[in-house]
């Protein structure tokens, strides 16, 4: 089982509009409403491909029940720590060719207490997961402390720990021994400070990052692939060119597709094969992780994996 430690989820509204023009009234083609935050996505991404994982997360007021109902009726497994503030819920504009508009809510504020249930959360499931993943955006009121003592417990188990997020939140990670990370190329090149434009410039921030102790990194770059870097091995992940519906949540699968694999036991190539898969069969459609398995198998056939 996989768990998933998502501490900023929401309500994600994805909007399908014909063209985006501000100022003007619009009429919506189509309306999803899903649970959603990164780490949802990534448990849906891992149930779309036959796996088994376990959300947790903070989740408050009226929006919280409705998170809960709406990931309970897209089979997600979850287990929610209660707060007395409200779930934010996430607007996405999705115009012509893909392009998306994202207004993403800042989060409902947690305290300290919050952050000590959650973490007691973890401290109860931990035992019966083989592999753990940490979602998203910090909630308001969170500090990197939280986010650190977090990691502690995880790392403490000896189980892989994979951390998916941006800012200061990404610095913490990194500077966490044992942790495993996964970032687009905006992500890293911020706390990096240097500019991740193409494959050539992600192989130079992934051994910035093996020179830190990272134990495995991965960095995507959309069209450009994706490049892994391990202490056993460095590969480059192209995949195919698809027609593009909507690419949010593509990130998000991606890393399913990737501690999936990686939990059924394959190798790093593999894993990296079936993650650029997972990432691009995403992109077919709207709303994170809802692909299906033969459309992910028929773009996993034609990814590219080469070492470099």
């Known amino acids: 089982m996989i768990l998933v430690v998502t501490p900023n989820p929401a309500i994600d509204r994805t909007i399908i509009l014909p063209r985006l023009m501000p100022g003007s009234i619009h009429r919506a083609e189509q309306v999803l409403v899903a649970a959603g935050g990164k780490g949802l996505?990534?448990?849906?991404?891992?149930?779309?491909?036959?796996?088994?994982?376990?959300?947790?997360?903070?989740?408050?007021g009226h929006s919280g029940r409705l998170l809960a109902d709406l990931a309970r009726n897209d089979g997600l497994n979850a287990s929610w720590t209660r707060v007395d503030s409200e779930t934010r819920t996430c607007t996405?504009?999705?115009?012509?060719?893909?392009?998306?508009?994202?207004?993403?809510?800042?989060?409902m504020p947690v305290s300290k207490s919050d952050w000590e249930q959650l973490q007691a959360e973890v401290r109860k499931y931990i035992s019966a997961a083989s592999l753990v993943c940490v979602c998203g955006s910090l909630p308001p009121g969170s500090s990197d402390e939280d986010l650190r003592?977090?990691?502690?417990?995880?790392?403490?188990?000896?189980?892989?720990?994979?951390?998916?997020t941006s800012g200061s939140a990404l610095d913490t990670a990194i500077a966490c021994p044992g942790i495993c990370i996964k970032v687009n190329s905006d992500e890293i090149s911020t706390v990096l400070g240097v500019k991740i434009k193409d494959a050539s410039s992600a192989k130079r921030a992934?051994?910035?990052?093996?020179?830190?102790g990272v134990t495995a990194s991965v960095?995507?770059?959309?069209?450009?692939?994706?490049?892994l870097a391990t202490s056993d091995g460095r590969w480059h992940a192209q995949a195919p060119v698809v027609s593009v519906v909507s690419t949010v949540g593509s990130g998000d699968s991606f890393l399913g597709g990737l501690v999936n694999a990686l939990d059924g036991g394959k190798g790093w190539p593999e894993a990296l094969r079936d993650a650029a898969a997972a990432g691009t069969a995403n992109a077919l459609s709207i709303g994170?992780?809802?692909?299906?398995?033969?459309?992910?198998?028929?773009?996993?056939?034609?990814?590219?994996?080469r070492t470099w």
């Open 41 to 60: 996505n990534v448990v849906r991404a891992i149930k779309s491909l036959g796996g088994t994982s376990l959300s947790l997360g903070f989740a408050g």
């Open 92 to 107: 996405l504009l999705i115009s012509q060719g893909g392009v998306a508009t994202v207004v993403n809510e800042p989060g």
């Open 149 to 164: 003592a977090l990691l502690n417990i995880l790392v403490e188990t000896g189980k892989p720990v994979w951390v998916d």
């Open 206 to 212: 992934l051994s910035m990052l093996v020179e830190r």
């Open 219 to 227: 960095i995507t770059l959309g069209a450009g692939g994706a490049l």
């Open 288 to 305: 994170g992780g809802r692909f299906t398995s033969q459309e992910f198998n028929n773009i996993r056939d034609q990814v590219q994996i």
